[in-house]
């Protein structure tokens, strides 16, 4: 098993290991035709020389693990989360899964709630519902229009289970975008919230926002939160001092 925080690290090094993993990855890829479902089949197109994925990682906390795929288009890496729990474990905008990730998936016990946090994020969410039985969520502000059926939609102050606190963003690219506190401590994103370097977030660009005054102060209302990391959809995850780095975006 690959520390995130080590491998989104070798990233840094982009004339040499990062661009060798990419590559290694596209040359097993190209060589799995059992691949064949269509959440493999995305894992293949994942994994071709505009992009790879990576196995199922833990991450700062023993019951939260990620996976996630490069983007060389915007030059960034795509998130996605999945929080272990007694009571069904819960996948937070899910990317392709490759082979070996679903068997550990299942190994990690029964799947039972996806939570898409907006409708550019809904990935590979019904493939994995189908192949799971795993209900799915999604914002109620898109309800409307949201791309996918859910069994049910989400708004501020929702109580999907316990130790989840759901909070709406508003005044990004999407009404009523979900961010999602797990036991309020780690905070997961989805496009508002999201980070081009690493430890420092940042905002979706203005040109994107449909209202920056509202935006900001959603912002506002999650800096002033205790929070230790922050998952974001799009970019480098901060899995330390979250409430400072927060704060600096709220400036």
């Known amino acids: 098993m690959v520390d995130w925080c080590s491998a989104v690290e070798l990233r840094t090094w982009?004339?040499?290991?990062?661009?060798?993993?990419?590559?290694?990855t596209t040359e097993r890829s190209e060589h799995r035709p059992r691949l064949v479902s269509p959440s493999r089949r995305a894992v293949a197109a994942l994994t071709s020389p505009s992009g790879y994925t990576r196995v199922m990682k833990r991450l700062h906390r023993p019951n939260l693990y990620g996976w996630s795929v490069f983007n060389p288009e915007r030059d960034i890496d795509f998130h996605s989360v999945l929080w272990v729990r007694g009571?069904?474990?819960?996948?937070?905008?899910?990317l392709p899964l490759s082979e070996h990730d679903h068997a550990h998936l299942t190994k990690l016990g029964k799947l039972a709630w996806i939570v898409i946090t907006n409708s550019d994020h809904v990935r590979d969410a019904a493939a994995l519902a189908a192949n799971t039985g795993a209900?799915?969520?999604?914002?109620?502000?898109?309800?409307?229009?949201?791309?996918?059926?859910?069994?049910?939609?989400?708004?501020?102050?929702?109580?999907?289970?316990?130790?989840?606190?759901v909070i709406s963003l508003e005044g990004s690219k999407t009404p009523g975008e979900l961010a999602l506190l797990i036991e309020g401590h780690t905070l997961i994103t989805g496009d508002l919230v999201r980070a081009h370097e690493a430890g420092?977030?940042?905002?979706?660009?203005?040109?994107?926002l449909t209202d920056k005054a509202r935006a900001h102060a959603s912002i506002d209302r999650l800096a002033g939160r205790d929070i230790e990391a922050v998952l974001v959809?799009?970019?480098?995850?901060?899995?330390?001092?979250g409430k400072r780095a927060l704060c600096e975006l709220a400036e």
């Not at 009571?87 to 899910?94: K, M, Q, T, V, Y």
């Not at 420092?200 to 994107?208: A, F, H, Y």
């Open 14 to 24: 982009r004339g040499g290991l990062a661009l060798n993993v990419c590559a290694e």
């Open 87 to 94: 009571d069904g474990n819960i996948a937070f905008d899910p």
């Open 200 to 208: 420092r977030l940042t905002l979706l660009p203005d040109t994107k």
């Open 135 to 165: 209900r799915l969520a999604g914002p109620r502000g898109e309800q409307g229009t949201f791309p996918v059926a859910c069994d049910r939609w989400l708004d501020e102050g929702d109580q999907l289970v316990d130790g989840l606190e």
């Open 233 to 241: 959809g799009d970019g480098w995850p901060v899995f330390r001092d």
